[in-house]
């Protein structure tokens, strides 16, 4: 009994010594990814499946591949109510966390702005996804900042040129009217640089009817559009304010399928309250919308436990919800190329720096991510941290869902490109930076 006893002891104690081995193995490190989100307050319609996004395609990761190459994900989600101030006060808080953030996504432009400056203080690198400062693009001024897979100015200019295809060509576009209702921030106005020199470039007219915070009276701002009889509207709105404003176009009679809102102006949330008389309404998209991709049914399968109901319930195949996780995507593979690169170990900042900006994503590897077909593939670059394929698709809304309607659009980039130098330099000369060379 007593050999019996001690074997039994001894076997448990290797299985002891093999669990903890296998748990290191498991998870040699953590990887924090800090969430900022706005699940409360006015912009909740769009923040919440932002959040709901993020979470699971980290949980995802962990709950299916044991985390990236062997490191657990970490996060901590941090409530800003889209709010500037609060935002960085999140930043401040969670940066050093659980080892210090591999990067963050801020989701907010007016943030974005503010944490410019501190990204190479901190050594964190910013993911704003189409969206931010459109100047970033130009990574010789800015080496922390990646905006991929498309910027403010390319997407306007996309706008414009899809506008230019339905009225027969670019020389159509003079005398045409275009107003820009856009959101009264930061934000709101980015597209502006752009959409002046394309009505300069091209000679059609162009109107600027900013909408104040958080956009829930706009009467007075669709009674200008009826007025002022403009062939097309293009909409850099958020939050309420999307939903708002198709209510009141659709009160003055404007025609959908001549009403287009940026790719932040094209969710679930934007259109349903409107019911029927937000059918044709059509926005700019990076992605498509639906549970079609695999990564889906794979969120579905292991972190919904293939309950489809509760899935739904938590926004999945939204919009907004398959921008995160695209988000997250891009944001997890350039941490995995950095850890490989850093021979598996836990990557610096520098080192994820290092991989944005030589960030390859081809189709092969959408695919390996389950993402075939979802979106387009990126290129980064030391010198172009936009990408070197922006554009937009256009996505309309039929009532019930989200379809992705024709071609893929490119940027004008002959345009938009010098306009991102020509801000890029201004604003090394008033922050006294010097360009890198790339």
Same mark, same amino acid.
């Given at each position: 009994?007593k050999?019996?006893s001690?074997?039994?002891a ?7 010594v093999t669990?903890?081995?296998?748990s290191? %193995?498991?998870?040699?490190?953590e990887?924090?990814?800090p969430?900022?989100v706005y699940?409360?307050g006015?912009y909740a319609?769009? =923040?919440q499946?932002?959040?709901?996004g993020?979470?699971?395609y $980290?949980?995802?990761?962990n ?5 990236i190459e062997?490191?657990?994900i970490v996060?901590?989600?941090c409530?800003?109510? $889209?709010n500037?101030?609060?935002g960085v ?6 940066k050093?966390k659980?080892?210090g953030?591999m990067? #963050?996504?801020?989701?907010? !432009?007016?943030?974005?702005y503010?944490?410019?400056p501190?990204?190479p ?8 996804m =189409? ?5 970033a693009a130009?990574g010789r001024?800015? &080496? ?8 403010y100015?390319?997407?306007a200019?996309?706008? +414009?040129?899809?506008?230019a295809?339905?009225? /027969?060509?670019?020389?159509?576009l ?5 107003v820009? #209702?856009h959101?009264?921030s930061a ?5 502006n640089p ?9 000679g059609?007219?162009? !109107?600027?009817?900013? #909408?104040d915070?958080? /956009? ?6 669709w ?6 009889? &403009?062939d097309w509207?293009f909409?850099s ?6 939903q708002?404003a198709?209510?009141?176009?659709a009160?003055i009679?404007?025609?959908?399928d001549?009403?287009v =809102? *940026?790719?932040?102006? /094209?969710?679930?949330?934007? #259109?349903i309250p ?5 059918i ?5 998209a990076?992605?498509s919308?639906? !549970?079609?991709?695999?990564?889906f049914?794979?969120i ?5 436990g =293939? ?6 319930a938590?926004n +999945?195949g939204?919009?907004? $919800?398959?921008?995160? +996780? ?5 944001a997890t593979e350039a941490?995995r190329?950095?850890i490989?690169?850093?021979?598996? %170990?836990?990557?610096t ?11 390859q994503v081809?189709?092969a590897r959408?695919?390996k991510?389950?993402?075939a077909g979802?979106t ?6 030391c ?5 070197t394929?922006?554009?937009v ?5 039929d009532?019930?869902k989200?379809k992705i ?9 002959? +345009?938009v490109?010098?306009l ?7 604003y090394?000369k008033? *922050?006294?930076i010097?360009?890198r060379s790339?």
């Open positions: 009994m050999l019996r001690l074997l039994l001894a076997a448990g104690i290797a299985v002891g669990g903890v081995m296998e290191k %193995k498991a998870y040699s490190a990887l924090f990814f969430v900022f699940r409360t006015a319609p769009s =923040g499946p932002i959040a709901n993020f979470r699971d $980290y949980a995802l990761l709950k299916r591949d044991k985390g062997g490191h657990k996060t901590e989600e409530e800003t109510k $889209y500037t101030k609060v006060e999140c930043f401040e808080k969670l050093g659980n080892g953030a990067l #963050v996504s801020p989701y907010s !432009t007016g943030l974005t503010q944490l410019i501190k990204a203080v901190d050594k964190i690198p910013i993911l704003s =189409g969206y931010g400062r459109t100047a130009d001024v800015f &080496p922390w900042v990646f905006n991929f897979p498309s910027t100015w390319s997407q200019s996309a706008f +414009v040129a899809y506008v295809q339905q009225e /027969g060509g670019l020389a159509n003079k005398g045409k009217h275009i820009h #209702v959101h009264n934000y709101g106005k980015e597209a752009t959409l002046d020199a394309l009505s300069k470039k091209f059609f007219k162009l !109107t600027k009817l900013a #909408v915070h958080p /956009g829930q009276e706009q009467k007075a701002t009674l200008q559009v009826r007025r002022k009889r &403009p509207v909409m709105g958020w939050g309420v304010m999307n708002v198709i209510k009141e176009a009160t009679g404007f025609p959908m001549h009403f =809102g *940026n790719w932040w102006s /094209g969710s679930d949330a934007d #259109v409107a019911g029927d008389n937000s044709g309404y059509k926005s700019t990076m992605h919308a639906g !549970t079609k991709a695999k990564v049914q794979d579905i399968k292991h972190v919904y =293939g309950d489809k109901k509760k899935a739904k938590n +999945v939204e919009v907004l $919800y398959n921008r995160a +996780v695209l988000n997250a995507a891009f941490v190329d950095a490989k690169a850093a021979g598996g %170990k836990k990557p900042g520098d080192q994820v720096r290092a991989a944005l900006e030589g960030f081809n189709k959408l695919a991510i389950g993402m979802f387009n593939p990126v290129s980064v670059s010198k172009n941290h936009e990408g394929s922006p554009g698709f256009i996505q309309e809304w009532g019930s989200w309607s024709g071609k893929f659009i490119p940027a004008m980039s002959d +345009v490109r010098p991102v130098e020509k801000a890029a330099a201004a090394a008033e *922050n006294k010097k360009p790339c």
